[in-house]
């Protein structure tokens, strides 16, 4: 069965740091570029970050630029969402996506990725 399993996320304060983990079952994860996205109540789903097959390009939205990280995990199939000085606006669903492209042109339509994780809420709040 194909599918991506995501962890982490939860509650923090402004400020504080949490760490998305992206895993893939039924294929193998390295050999897709990875995207990640967020969706909060009432708004479309926006693009965050995404990360080349061959791991030479990274890409990250504006809003995040500087705090958030994304990167390839030391296990397997594995990609990592790092983010640091979260905000309450960072508060969101957080998705992770597989595909072949990450640009910024690519990130801004998720619709075109083929590969999704379940979602897992992230909420910065004190």
């Known amino acids: 069965q194909v599918q991506l399993v995501q962890s982490g996320g939860g509650l923090v304060q402004p400020g504080g740091h949490l760490t998305l983990t992206c895993a893939s079952s039924?294929?193998?994860?390295?050999?897709?570029?990875v995207g990640w996205f967020r969706q909060a109540p009432g708004k479309e789903r926006e693009g965050v970050s995404c990360l080349s097959e061959n791991n030479d390009n990274t890409v990250y939205a504006h809003s995040v630029k500087g705090r958030f990280t994304i990167s390839r995990g030391t296990v397997k199939n594995t990609v990592y969402l790092q983010m640091n000085s979260l905000k309450p606006e960072d508060t969101a669903v957080y998705y992770c996506?597989?595909?072949?492209?990450?640009?910024?042109?690519?990130?801004?339509?998720?619709?075109?990725?083929?590969?999704w994780g379940q979602g897992t809420q992230v909420t910065v709040s004190s």
């Open positions: 996506a597989a595909d072949v492209v990450c640009s910024n042109w690519y990130l801004q339509r998720p619709h075109l990725y083929d590969y």
């Open positions: 039924g294929f193998a994860l390295d050999d897709y570029a």
